[in-house]
């Protein structure tokens, strides 16, 4: 037990999500419980991780998880652990959930996204069909999130490209996807910036400038691709063209990455399988799903093509994840480490009061405000 690296939770506490400020003591071995001084709360050390409240030991929990994002059959799992089949899926839906706030926390941070590729994967499902679409920075190879709905429409669409609007600075953008025109519309409506004017009423929004449109569009006879049409639907030849150069290092418009990307997700999730029988009941199966398998991706999978050359260790070649690449991490995670990582609360802030503040909330403010 470290107290020096373990916040207090309390969302209540002036002191809730600070690391090594001496207000975290140990009250608990036996029971792996720690005290903050300044509520005079204890919390246990899984609190705000996946192990949290569980009976099971985190060793079976994180290698059963690892099995699912890596494409196990949860029935195989049932054979192999004697586990009821309702307990792993919980445990599959409180990873997934896990898995989205550290994303939200990690990835969704400003950067220089250079490219951003974007596509749909078709889903069976038990009832029905639905669409999972996903984006993917091309540079880094960095997964930016997913949404699932049972219609291939603009509200997919929007609500993909507000995930990846947390993600990107206000730099030269491209982006490139499939011929679904939903794309151009639901970009050039995500991406725009008030204009104050002084004046009362909702601001005038402005469209970012540099964000450059590309499609791939494949020509079909039959189930065979017979031709492909690449397209710019906003911006110039010259300007794709050095976006591309900066981010891939050569080659033409192509939507290469995010279809790779989409490979993956089907061999490691048997939901995506193809024909398979292992379909998902219901949409938030799917989801929570795809988060872990997306979060494992980025930070607990090295990438081939991200690898740089070095000597340490005697090894020619230095492997790297998604997130290593992207600045997130200094090493490949494992999944322990991953499900392990408690998301710090947000600094507290005074509560709003008419008058004037007491000597001891002045203390407070003085102490833990930034």
């Known amino acids: 037990m470290d107290p020096q690296h373990t916040f207090c939770p309390n969302p209540e506490c002036p002191a809730r999500g600070q690391i090594g400020q001496g207000n975290i003591g140990v009250h608990s071995r036996q029971e792996q419980r720690y005290i903050c001084r300044v509520c005079k709360r204890t919390f246990a050390g899984r609190t705000g991780t996946a192990y949290y409240r569980l009976r ?26 004697g586990l009821d089949e309702r307990t792993i899926q919980a445990w599959q839906a409180r990873a ?22 974007a596509d749909e994967i078709r889903v069976t499902m038990q009832g029905g069909l639905a669409w999972l679409a996903m984006a993917l920075q091309v540079s880094t190879r960095l997964w930016l999130g997913a949404t699932l709905s049972t219609h291939r ?11 990846v609007r ?13 011929g679904l025109p939903a794309y151009g519309r639901a970009i050039r409506t995500v991406f725009r910036e008030p204009v104050p004017t002084g004046r009362r009423g909702h601001p005038r929004l402005r469209p970012w400038d540099g964000i450059y449109i590309a499609q791939v569009v494949k020509q079909y006879a039959g189930h065979y691709v017979v031709g492909i049409e690449r397209r710019i639907v906003q911006g110039t030849l010259a300007q794709v063209s050095a976006l591309i150069q900066r981010t891939q290092a050569g080659g033409g418009i192509n939507s290469a990455y995010i279809e790779r990307l989409n490979a993956t997700f089907r061999a490691r999730l048997v939901n995506l399988v193809r024909r398979g029988r292992a379909l998902a009941r219901q949409d938030t199966t799917l989801y929570h799903a ?29 492997p790297r994840t998604p997130a290593m690449a992207a600045g997130l991490a200094d090493h490949r995670w494992t999944v322990h480490e991953l499900l392990s990582y408690r998301v710090p609360l947000p600094r507290w802030s005074p509560p709003k009061r008419r008058g004037r503040h007491s000597a001891a909330l002045k203390a407070l403010i003085a102490k833990w405000c930034p």
Not at 56 to 81: D, K, M, N, R, S
Not at 97 to 117: A, I, K, M, N, T
Not at 153 to 163: G, P, Y
């Open 56 to 81: 099971t030991a985190a060793e079976t929990v994180t290698l059963v998880v690892t099995l699912l994002a890596y494409g196990c059959p949860v029935q195989a799992i049932v054979v192999a652990f």
């Open 166 to 178: 947390p993600c990107a600075l206000c730099r030269p953008l491209l982006f490139a996807t499939d």
């Open 290 to 318: 795809a988060y872990l398998m997306g979060t494992i991706y980025n930070f607990c999978t090295d990438h081939d093509s991200l690898r740089v050359a070095g000597i340490i260790g005697g090894h020619k070649w230095l």
């Open 153 to 163: 429409d603009l509200a997919l669409i929007q609500a993909l490209i507000q995930k």
């Open 96 to 117: 997934g959930q896990h898995c989205e706030r550290v994303h939200e926390h990690l990835v969704q941070r400003p950067r220089d996204l250079g490219q951003v590729q």
